[in-house]
């Protein structure tokens, strides 16, 4: 194994064995979540600190709970309880976070780029938990992982991604990531969602009737709109955009039979996916939900630069 990245700022700098070495490590780490007693001492006295500078769930959890799961010291902060609301720059934050040596900061910023500036400005490691519209490694990464398990494969499979493609960090870190792997990607949105040239980022075709894009894929993966990056309204109606490119009963049978439905959450049921879809058969959103404190457990050990993952 040889993983020579200190950061993790996106999957553009990856290659397919960085990849492969995450998803076989993650895969690896997976069933100390399913143990009585979910803790190995892999990361033992490392200080790791989750800096979310916008809202979070599922990924603010899992980096949590993957840190101590490998007994790393994991603190949290928050923009709005930090001293940024009184004016301090990221960079100050950063300087003063690294003053009391951590050796991994996680960071979720509002701006594209954010986590790499960082990189350039600390010594400790970086872990990019999204950055603005540009970036969100770590979901791919559990996104590609999910899709493993469910089609033994990566390569060859059709995935179709609806929605908000302009505004997701969630689509660039997928096209990346799948395009490496072999796969083929379909995006599909209305006009003003598709940013122009998106096609050039890897194994893309650019859809704008969801039909045409979900037909015969293995894989379809719905976003949801972004209200918040929005400058403008994009869209006439949120009633308009379910009948256009929302996910419902009878479009999902357009895709192949054994298709799997993904969603990064957090979901907008009854606008970019019906309840019925949300919670039938063909879902593995759970799934993503679980494989992400695999994959990030993956990540924090990689790039901290322990030698062996202690795991039993
Ligand atoms: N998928 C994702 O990033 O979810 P959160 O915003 O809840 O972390």
Same mark, same amino acid.
């Not at 969603?263 to 019925?276: A, C, F, T």
């Given at each position: 194994m040889s993983f020579k990245h200190k950061h993790i700022l996106g999957i553009e700098q990856m290659s397919k064995e960085d990849i492969e070495i995450i998803l076989d490590t993650a895969d690896a780490f997976k069933e100390i979540n399913t143990r009585d007693i979910k803790k190995v001492p892999t990361?033992?006295?490392?200080?790791?600190?989750?800096?979310?500078?916008?809202a979070s769930t599922r990924t603010r959890l899992s980096f949590e709970i993957a840190?101590?799961?490998?007994?790393?010291?994991?603190?949290?902060i928050s923009g709005s309880t930090s001293s940024v609301v009184k004016g301090e720059t990221l960079e100050d934050t950063a300087r003063n976070i690294e003053a009391m040596a951590p050796d991994i900061i996680v960071i979720r910023h509002g701006h594209s780029g954010a986590p790499h500036y960082l990189a350039e400005r600390v010594g400790c490691s970086i872990v990019n938990a999204g950055d603005g519209a540009h970036e969100h490694p770590s979901q791919a990464l559990l996104d590609v992982m999910t899709m493993r398990e469910h089609?033994?494969?990566? =390569?060859?499979?059709? !995935?179709?991604?609806? %929605?908000?493609?302009?505004?997701?960090?969630?689509?660039?870190? $997928?096209?990346?990531?799948?395009?490496?792997?072999?796969?083929?990607?379909?995006?599909?949105?209305p006009g003003t969602m598709l940013p122009p040239g998106i096609e050039k980022l890897g194994n893309v075709k650019v859809y704008t009737d969801m039909q045409d894009a979900i037909k015969d894929v293995d894989v379809i993966?719905?976003?949801?709109?972004?209200?918040?990056r929005q400058s403008n309204i994009m869209l006439p109606s949120l009633r308009e955009y379910a009948r256009f490119y929302g996910l419902n009963p009878t479009n999902v049978k357009l895709a192949k039979s054994d298709a799997i439905v993904?969603?990064?959450?957090?979901?907008?049921?009854?606008? =970019?996916?019906?309840? !019925?879809?949300?919670? %039938?058969?063909?879902?593995?959103?759970?799934?993503?939900?679980? $494989?992400?404190?695999a994959v990030r457990m993956a990540l924090l050990y990689l790039v901290s630069g322990v030698e062996s993952m202690q795991t039993s």
């Open positions: 990361l033992r006295g490392k200080t790791i600190i989750n800096a979310f500078f916008e840190g101590k799961r490998l007994s790393a010291d994991t603190v949290n089609k033994g494969r990566i =390569e060859g499979l059709e !995935v179709a991604i609806i %929605g908000d493609i302009t505004h997701s960090r969630v689509v660039r870190s $997928n096209i990346y990531c799948l395009s490496k792997m072999g796969a083929k990607v379909r995006l599909c949105g993966m719905m976003l949801r709109i972004q209200m918040e993904m969603h990064p959450g957090p979901m907008n049921r009854g606008v =970019e996916i019906s309840s !019925v879809v949300a919670d %039938g058969v063909q879902n593995v959103i759970l799934d993503q939900v679980e $494989n992400g404190v």
